[in-house]
């Protein structure tokens, strides 16, 4: 199971991190996402990290904001954000994928979906 964590309210500007923690099992093999979707729009990649952590990628609209990192020894994956704004507001899901040691960008690559978790950006 994945536990999403760390969202809330903040202003434009602000800076929140994001937590996801794996239970039942580790993630140390797993390849995980960060995914977000506002009210009205598709649910897209914000960032992705591989399983040994070494390589990654970030959406065009979160670059030189975003960023994300792996602790697998507390079999959890992290998504700093800063400088947030407004579209930033989403509601954002982290995702796990078992099989491969590539970083995946498309929800459908994932197998495993936490429950989700609100960021709202005040402008």
């Known amino acids: 199971q994945l536990q999403a964590s760390g969202g809330g309210l903040v202003q434009a500007g602000g800076s929140l991190r994001l937590s996801c923690v794996a239970s039942?099992?580790?993630?140390?093999?797993?390849?995980v996402g960060w995914f977000r979707q506002a009210p009205g729009k598709e649910r897209e990649i914000a960032a992705a990290i591989n399983w040994n952590g070494y390589t990654t990628y970030l959406g065009d609209s979160v670059k030189g904001r975003f960023t994300i990192s792996k602790d697998n020894s507390k079999n959890t994956v992290y998504l700093q954000m800063t400088s947030l704004e407004p579209e930033d507001t989403a509601v954002y899901y982290c995702?796990?994928?078992?099989?491969?040691?590539?970083?995946?960008?498309?929800?459908?690559?994932?197998?495993?979906w936490g429950q989700g978790t609100q960021v709202t950006v005040s402008s």
């Open positions: 995702a796990a994928r078992s099989r491969g040691t590539s970083v995946w960008s498309k929800a459908g690559e994932y197998d495993y």
């Open positions: 039942g099992g580790s993630i140390i093999t797993y390849g």
